[in-house]
Structure formats: C-alpha cells, structure tokens
C-alpha cells in the first residue's frame, strides 16, 4: 500500500481536518448566492432538514466504511463489499475531478481579491462599477492564469502527501477564520439591511421557491458536506478506533453549518444596506455569482474597524479554506490512480493535476471569454433538459451535475452499502455498542429507509419534472 496509514493526532485533529474540507467555497460563495437565488426562507429550511436526515447520517457512514476498512475510496468498499461495490469508489474519483475542474476556477478568484484588497488597502477604496466584475469574468487569460497558480499550490501540497501538513495548518488557520467571521456579522449587525435579511434567510414561504430549489438544496447539502464521494471515507481511515464517530461528525457538520449561515447573514446584510448594491444585484447587473468578492470588501473598507489590514487577510483565508478543500478532492483522484494502477504519488498527482486542469481551462473560458462555452445549454434537449436544468455555460453546467446528481446519488450508494449490505452484527461489533444503543438505532434507521427514501424520492420527482410550486 502505498498510502501512509498514519492516524491523525487527535480527534481534534480529525475534526479540524474534516472541517477544513467541509468548510470552504461551498459556504462562503456558494451557499450565500443559491440561497439568494432561491429566494431564501423555504430553501434554507429545506437545506437545514437535508443537513440534518441526509447529511449527518451520510456524513457518520462514509466515516464508518473508512475507519473500518482502515482503507480509502474504492479499495474501502472493495474490502468490506468486493468487487461489484468498489464501483462506489470510482464513481467518486469522477465526480472529484469534476467538482475540482470549476472549484479550482472560483478559488482562483480569491487570489485575485486578495490583490484587488491590498490595492486598495495601500491606495484607498473605491466602489467598483457594477460591470467590472462582468469584465473580469470574461477575461479569459486572467481566469486561466489564476486558475493555474490555484492548481500548482493544490498540487505543491497534494505531492507530499496530505499528513500532518494539513492537520497542523487547518489547526491554526481554522480559528482564525471562526473569528474572522464572528467580526463580520458582528459589524453587519450594525448595518440597517440587517432585518431584512433576517427575514429574507429565515421567513418560510414555500411559494417563492423555485421547484428546482428542492434538488439544489439537497445537493448543496452534500457538496458543503464533503460527502458523496469517499472523502470522508479517507478521512475516517485515519481515525482511531477509540474515536466516537458520532461526535466528530456532530461537530463537523455543526461548524459547516454555522459557516454557511454566518457568511449568508453578513452577505446579504451587506446587500440589503447598501442601496447600490442592492439596485445592482436586483436587476441582476452584478451576477449573484460573485457574490463573496464584491460584498465583503463592501464592509471591509466603508463600515469596519481595522478593515484595511483584515480585508486582504480575510482573502487569504479564504483561498486557505478553498485549499484545505482542494486538497481532500486532490487526495481521492490522485489516490485512485495510486491504488488502481500502482501509480507513484508522483505520477498520480501531476498527471490527474493535468487532465483536471485542461477541464478548468474550459470552465474558465466560460464565463464570458467564449461565447459558445459560456452559452452552451441543454435546456430544450430531451433527458439532458431534465438532468442539466436550464443551466447554461460549462461552469454551471459542471457544477450542477456534480452537485445535484453525482453526490446525491454517490450519498444513496453509501445508504444502501452501510444500511443494507454491511451485517448488523459487523457494525456493532466495529462501534463497539450493543443492539439496544439508541443513537445506533435512530442512525441506522436513517440509513436504511429515512435518507435513501428521500434522495429517490427525489430524484424521481425531478425526472418525473413534478413542480413542487
Ligand atoms: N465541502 C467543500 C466546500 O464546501 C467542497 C468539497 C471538498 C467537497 N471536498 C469535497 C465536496 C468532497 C464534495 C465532496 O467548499
């Protein structure tokens, strides 16, 4: 084998790691614009009720196949299942190449805010046009080049092997991120918006979500999660056994959510104060999708104490979430080559770095630089029309069959594996408790009807194109 199969130091130690996947462009850009997209409200309640059936337990059985084949992504499954179910593992691998093609693209974009912030720091803010961000989404050698230096760090870390570099930094930066966080909202609060984006997260109003809503909060759940994939199959492989699995993952998912919502009250505070803003992202000049890059500044230099030296500190860290994210996908395509073919780290690392890196250039020539990959859409094709929506341009498109399909139905393999393939007395024996356990129980149970009934449920309400509305 030629994975280290060291454990992580602690079960601090695991839960920093687990969180610095879970936490990072799924929370800070991704969350906050859906759910303005959505409407906000019923979206956010759906996506706290999927956290809660589908992510938690999921979250619990991924981790439970790694700790107990001590092995990761599709030699876990393998051991544990044979060879029909190590399928689970490689579907997977695809789907994090995927996800990393368009992530690596986004990520790209916060090094590019953290120039922009120290410009502006050094030489004095001033509000940006709302079509410069348009243009520098289709500056397509720009988005390259960024995408590229993101790629080349991923890569740097990814070579020496995710180990302790990744637990000792998570471990430091992390915290800070928590408490850069709390200053926002804390200074958001102050800001007149802030009841109006209260009522916008938190008022249910079922009629104001879009059907399509129901998947993208389901999928969400699962990307922000880091679930669906076997990355936190990986993770849990290096877990002691004397580590409770509940718990870990009760905080993991606990501090991704409170991430999530916390970037979407600052966000959308910010929004809902600022009448420009608010002009510019109503009539939708300012694409929700950039979102995280043009608000924040917003706050960093016209209502915050000490914002000139936090704004370029604060796109740090968020490149540093992004990282930390990148690299748990990095992990699971370059551990498949290693595993599958015998493949050197080496090899593995620079040759899938490659092969995803020629996906980003598409994906970030489709923002506006190519016209055709920018417009490409599948809308009026048949079955294509259904899996892709109306989502149009190579980015989007990406990002919602990974999101929406591949993780969601990756999540039902491991339902079905755990709940259904794995003998009750194996896992009992692995957690050590006895048949009668309570949380074993209600979490099995999950497994077995509650979080598989409802992802099909799903999935055929949306082939079937029910409008929930
Ligand atoms: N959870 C990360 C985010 O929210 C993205 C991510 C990292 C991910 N690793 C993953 C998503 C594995 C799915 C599976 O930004």
């Given at each position: 084998m030629t994975i280290q199969r060291d454990s992580w130091g602690s079960k601090l130690g695991f839960i920093m790691a687990a969180s610095g996947s879970a936490v990072g462009l799924g929370n800070l850009w991704k969350f906050p614009y859906i759910t303005w997209e959505n409407n906000g409200g019923a979206f956010v309640l759906v996506y706290l009720v999927a956290?809660?059936?589908?992510?938690?337990?999921?979250?619990?059985?991924?981790?439970?196949?790694?700790?107990?084949?001590?092995?990761?992504?599709?030699?876990?499954?393998?051991?544990?299942g044979g060879l029909g179910w190590s399928k689970l593992g490689y579907l997977g691998a695809a789907a994090g190449g995927i996800i990393l093609s368009y992530y690596m693209v986004i990520a790209g974009w916060s090094l590019y805010s953290f120039w922009q912030c120290l410009g502006w720091s050094l030489g004095g803010y001033d509000m940006p046009s709302s079509d410069a961000f348009g243009n520098f989404l289709s500056n397509g050698p720009l988005q390259i080049g960024l995408t590229l230096m993101f790629t080349l760090m991923n890569v740097g870390i990814v070579l020496r092997g995710v180990g302790r570099g990744i637990e000792s930094a998570t471990k430091i930066m992390m915290p800070i991120l928590v408490l850069l966080m709390l200053y926002l909202v804390i200074t958001a609060m102050f800001m007149p918006g802030r009841n109006d984006a209260f009522a916008m997260i938190f008022s249910v109003d079922f009629a104001n979500m879009p059907a399509m809503g129901y998947l993208e909060a389901v999928g969400q759940a699962f990307f922000s999660l880091s679930l669906g994939l076997g990355a936190m199959v990986a993770y849990g492989?290096?877990?002691?056994?004397?580590?409770?699995?509940?718990?870990?993952?009760?905080?993991v998912v606990s501090l991704d959510t409170l991430f999530a919502l916390l970037a979407c009250v600052a966000m959308f505070t910010i929004i809902l104060s600022v009448p420009e803003l608010k002009a510019q992202v109503s009539a939708g000049e300012v694409g929700t999708v950039g979102m995280l890059f043009i608000t924040l500044p917003q706050l960093f230099y016209t209502q915050m104490q000490g914002g000139v030296v936090l704004a370029p500190l604060f796109f740090i860290l968020v490149a540093f979430a992004a990282l930390s994210s990148t690299l748990s996908l990095g992990e699971v395509v370059a551990s498949m080559m290693i595993d599958r073919r015998g493949w050197s780290r080496k090899k593995a690392v620079l040759i899938t770095s490659g092969v995803v890196f020629c996906g980003s250039i598409f994906a970030a020539l489709s923002l506006g630089a190519s016209q055709t990959l920018s417009q490409v859409t599948f809308r009026d094709v048949p079955v294509l029309g259904i899996i892709f929506s109306s989502k149009s341009g190579i980015l989007g498109l990406l990002d919602h069959l990974a999101a929406n399909w591949l993780l969601p139905i990756g999540g039902l393999g491991t339902t079905l594996f755990v709940g259904w393939f794995l003998k009750n007395d194996f896992i009992l024996k692995e957690l050590g408790v006895k048949n009668s356990n309570v949380v074993f129980n209600l979490w099995i149970w999950c497994l077995r009807i509650v979080a598989p009934a409802a992802i099909i449920a799903l999935i055929i309400a949306v082939a079937t194109g029910k409008d929930f509305s």
């Open positions: 956290v809660m059936i589908l992510g938690l337990p999921i979250m619990m059985g991924e981790i439970f196949v790694g700790r107990a084949a001590h092995l990761s992504g599709a030699p876990a499954y393998k051991k544990l492989s290096y877990m002691k056994k004397t580590d409770s699995i509940t718990n870990s993952a009760i905080w």
